[in-house]
């Protein structure tokens, strides 16, 4: 059974070695809540539960994404526009990161400069979390959809004489942490999140 053991401190190389003397098996360290994720035989739970350094065991369960809005007025509803010209937060200097089903880095999310006619994407960082895959890309649709809320600079694909709204995001200038955690289907698990705040909260991102 997949699960997650808390421990009563960061658990280090014995509490995992303890598990594996009861046949489990590591699979995610998540120091960050003092856990780790475990294949574990059910007959061993109990007496993994019994030990004294062990705060609780959970099932790894799983989880899924919602279906998206078109939220067209989302900047509009938090002021964010009066925040960008009174105030000049537009996001700059900071990494917002999506823990969800991916981002794929579609032309809105991409900077300009014209001055020097230099451009780049805004995803600045992508970690797959979604077991048995390295792909990054966003194969549900949320993911990208909720980077659209927050950091579409230029509204380039909403913006000419066919559109009558140029959207663009609550940060437009903020760069994104693309961290996936939810599969094609919109399905992913409890530690795969975990390890994704994890990653994101880390000194290195």
Same mark, same amino acid.
């Given at each position: 059974?997949?699960?997650?053991? %808390?421990? $009563? ?8 070695? &303890? ?9 995610? &360290? ?5 856990? /780790?994720? =475990? ?6 739970? %109990? ?10 065991? +959970? ?14 007025? !989302? !900047? ?10 009174? *105030? ?12 969800? +089903?991916?981002?794929? /880095?579609?032309?809105?999310? =991409?900077? *300009? #400069?014209?001055? $020097?006619?230099? =451009? ?19 194969? =549900? ?5 909720? !980077?659209?809320?927050? /950091? ?7 913006? @000419?004489?066919?559109? #009558?709204?140029?959207?663009? @995001?609550?940060?437009? $200038? ?19 999140? #975990? !390890?994704?705040? %994890? ?7």
């Amino acid at each position: 059974m997949d699960v997650i053991i %808390q421990f $009563n401190q960061t658990p280090a190389d014995a509490h995992h070695q &303890k598990v594996q003397n009861k046949g489990g098996a590591l699979k995610t &360290k998540l120091d960050v809540i003092k856990a /780790a994720h =475990y294949s574990v035989p059910v007959g061993s739970l %109990q007496s993994l539960a019994d030990d004294p350094d062990v705060a609780y065991i +959970s099932p790894n369960r799983p989880l899924s994404g919602t279906s998206t809005s078109t939220l067209d007025y !989302a !900047a509009e509803t938090v002021n964010a526009p009066a925040a960008r010209k009174q *105030w000049g937060l537009d996001g700059t200097g900071i990494g917002v990161a999506i823990i969800d +089903s991916g981002v794929t /880095a579609v032309g809105d999310l =991409y900077w *300009w #400069i014209p001055s $020097n006619q230099t =451009y780049g994407s805004r995803v600045v960082y992508s970690q797959n979390f979604v077991p048995g895959t390295t792909d990054t890309s966003d194969l =549900y649709g949320h993911g990208t959809h909720v !980077a659209g809320i927050i /950091a579409p600079g230029a509204g380039w694909f909403s913006t @000419g004489f066919n559109f #009558i709204h140029t959207f663009k @995001g609550i940060a437009p $200038n903020a760069n994104i942490i693309n961290l996936r955690v939810l599969d094609q289907n919109g399905v992913g698990t409890d530690s795969s999140v #975990i !390890a994704a705040i %994890q990653t994101a909260i880390s000194p290195e991102i």
